[in-house]
């Protein structure tokens, strides 16, 4: 059973940094895209930031480009998202997505399994 757990959202003020974390597990993830996604109130879950976990490429929605970094760690069968210089417009519910079989995935459709997702707050 496959299992997606994120950690690490709170509460923080703008500029600040924060690292969410999340633990895979239930099945071998080497070929997947590893994905965080996030969700506003009132606002459709946007693509944040993907890293293919075998080969480590990564891609980042424009908006968050400079500021987060995705990365993995194959010891630990888990994926972070470090985030700095963070703004209230950052605010949300940040979830971790796995996709099997999508090339470059990007929507929330092309991704196969989701964690609950963890709160992160900005506060201006």
């Known amino acids: 059973q496959v299992q997606l757990v994120e950690s690490g959202g709170g509460l923080v003020q703008a500029g600040g940094s924060l690292r969410l974390s999340c633990a895979a597990s239930?099945?071998?993830?080497?070929?997947?895209?590893m994905g965080w996604f996030r969700q506003a109130p009132g606002k459709e879950r946007e693509f944040v930031a993907r890293?293919?976990?075998?080969?480590?490429?990564?891609y980042y929605t424009d908006s968050v480009k400079g500021r987060f970094t995705i990365s993995r760690d194959n010891a630990k069968n888990t994926v972070y998202l470090q985030m700095n210089s963070l703004k209230p417009e950052d605010m949300a519910v940040y979830y971790c997505?796995?996709?099997?079989?999508?090339?470059?995935?990007?929507?929330?459709?092309?991704?196969?399994?989701w964690g609950q997702g963890t709160q992160v707050t900005v506060s201006s």
């Open positions: 890293i293919r976990w075998d080969f480590g490429n990564t």
């Open positions: 239930g099945r071998t993830f080497r070929s997947y895209y």
């Open positions: 997505a796995a996709s099997s079989g999508s090339t470059r995935p990007v929507r929330s459709y092309e991704y196969d399994y």
